[in-house]
Each structure stands twice: as C-alpha cells, then as structure tokens.
Nanobody, 121 residues
Framework: VQLQASGGGLVQAGESLRLSCLASARTFGSYTMYWLRQAPGKERELVAALSKSGGGTYYADSVKGRFTISRDNDKNTVYLQLNNLKPEDTAVYYC???????????????WGQGTLVTVSS
C-alpha cells in the first residue's frame, strides 16, 4: 500500500488547511487511518485517528475542536481539516495506516511521505 500525503503549505495563524492522503489499496476500508506530526526537534506525535468505518475518532488534546479527520472510502482518501491554526502546529504531517482496530498501534503498517505545514504568527 502506498500513501501519498498532500495539502501542506504556509499559512498565518488562525487560517485553515486541508490535508489529503491518497491510498493505493483497493482495500482502503480495511485500514484504520492516522495523522501524525513531527515538529523540529520534537518527537513524532499522533494527532488524529479514524476507524475503518469512519465512525470512531481520536484526537490529541492539543488539536481537539480545531482539527477534523475524515475519510472517503470510495476515493481511498483520508483527510485532516486543520482550522484555527497556531504556530505550534508547525510540523511535517504524516498519514499512516494499520490493519488493527486501535487508535494507538505499536507500529504502523504503512506511512506516507509527509507534508509540511508552516504556521506564521
């Protein structure tokens, strides 16, 4: 399975972006999907997760109420809507997939290449 993330860019604080992650798998609906991020000098952190059906979600406390994860299984795509962005959201954002039904897998089956989000103050 190949994951291709896109949609990053440079925005000002308070603005929005939508990230997309296109999966090559015909069995896209068999994967729990995740968005993670890694800021310069910091560890990678899980931002959001979405169950296979799209009915269950997880959000890190730092993004609750601002970010929304969704998926379109017909388009093999998972999205991350980023609203009210803050400078501390600046990071490389990665999408990932797991065949497990968990919001915190020990490891992920597949990774995308990352897309950079830069938020200026």
């Amino acid at each position: 399975v190949q994951l291709q993330a896109s949609g990053g860019g440079l925005v000002q604080a308070g603005e929005s972006l939508r990230l997309s992650c296109l999966a090559s798998a015909r069995t896209f609906g068999s994967y729990t999907m995740y968005w993670l991020r890694q800021a310069p000098g910091k560890e990678r952190e899980l931002v959001a997760a979405l169950s296979k059906s799209g009915g269950g979600t997880y959000y890190a406390d730092s993004v609750k109420g601002r970010f929304t994860i969704s998926r379109d299984n017909d388009k093999n795509t998972v999205y991350l809507q980023l609203n009210n962005l803050k400078p501390e959201d600046t990071a490389v954002y990665y999408c990932a997939a797991s065949s497990l039904n968990t919001y915190s897998p020990r490891q992920y089956d597949y990774w995308g290449q990352g897309t950079l989000v830069t938020v200026s103050s």
